[in-house]
């Protein structure tokens, strides 16, 4: 019987063409699991009868299997990048807005308890910011706005109108309980020109976001601490503009992706802030010199040369503490536990904080004043370098405590 008696004439070819391709496949994959195979380590498998009734054997040997295949990563962002050209579409991780532009959909998400645990953490950096001046410092928050907020227009579906006030609110309540706060909001809109402050393909702001923000914060820092400015500092490029891949592309697992197959990325050349002016003379204990301002804060500290931009702004040295992935506490209270603090007590600390943190779920925020050493409870004794003459006991910095924030001592102690 011919072969196309069952075929139009004008369908033999395609089904001819589509065998082909799915010969080849099959032979791909054959090349892949005996690839695979050859060096698997099955002496290093569950071999017990009962990790193979449980499942065990057969799930590690699937993870070696899959993690020994050659060229998957190449596979898995061609695979990312087919899905993100025919539907426009990512991971739940991340939102693709108009023209490419991407968001963190993290930033978009509405808490039940958000407003509740803004006032946990609200009051939370009031008393931080008074037992700080207690010891001579000053702490002001940078408080980031989120990038879906400030490019709202680029949302496919509009901004969360139950997220509209956050901000606001936010800085509202901060300045309410006493907290110096900076709201960048206004530096970190779109220019007229077309510039944007923050990547296309990222997060977090750019190299024009961070100058914005760096020289906002040093216009309002200048106006409540008017520092000594021992220092010049100038930015410059140390290379041409290149190729930067932003977090919210690796994301989507298309960093190793070809350029017509992912969102576009990024172009920006490497900056260094360097000191010109000449080194003061050493003082302090064992020759150190004291940096007069501390910053803590999370990954848009270590972006887009943020750190040389605030030094340049505000013409001092900066101990930048902040952390990737720090969350709301990490970095402020590993420097707060650090002897870079405790022997040597900058003038102020700048903490830089995105708004969507305010709100997030509540972690180890109980306990903070404790475990940094901001306040003593009465069964610890040990007086900290600077505390000489201060009060080791509790003072709240408003009548009304929120429920959500424990006596920090009894915390310490309350069985849980």
Known sequence: MPEDVFLPPRAVWPARC?????????????WHMSDAVQGLPLRTLPALTADFLEGRTTAALEKRLVEGMPVRGTAV?????????????????????????????????????????????????????????????ILVVALVPDKSRMLHRQLRSGYPAELEPRYGQAVASLRKAGVAVVALDTALTPGTDGSIPYYR???????????????????????RL???KPSSFRTEATGAPEVRIGDLVKMMGLATAPSWLRPPVDMEAPLRTIDTAPPPPSTGLFGSTAIPVVLVGTSYSLRANFHGYLQEALGVAVLNAARDGSGFLQAAEDYLRNEAFTSDKPQMIIWELPERFLQAPLGNESGFLVRTGLIRCPQDRRQRPGE????????????????GLKDECRSQTDPQ
Do not use: C, K
């Not at 080849?24 to 994959?29: I, T």
């Not at 407003?115 to 950096?125: K, P």
């Not at 393909?201 to 100058?211: E, I, K, L, P, Y």
């Not at 003459?389 to 405590?401: D, E, M, V, Y």
């Open 388 to 403: 000489e003459g201060l009060s080791g006991s509790f003072q709240p910095a408003s009548s009304a405590r929120p429920s």
């Open 77 to 137: 962002a061609f695979a990312n990048g087919v899905r993100y050209r025919l539907f426009d579409g990512g991971p739940d991780e991340v939102r693709v807005g108009r023209d490419g532009t991407l968001f963190l959909t993290e930033e978009m998400v509405w808490h039940r308890d958000g407003r509740d645990n803004q006032s946990v953490r609200t009051e939370l950096l009031a008393q931080a910011a008074q037992h700080l001046e207690r010891q001579g410092v």
């Open 226 to 228: 008017p520092l000594q």
């Open 18 to 30: 589509a065998g082909i391709m799915l010969v080849a496949l099959l032979a791909l994959g054959a």
């Open 201 to 223: 393909s990222d997060t977090h702001w750019n190299q024009t976001g961070a100058r914005a923000a760096a020289q906002e914060i040093a216009r309002q820092v200048q106006t």
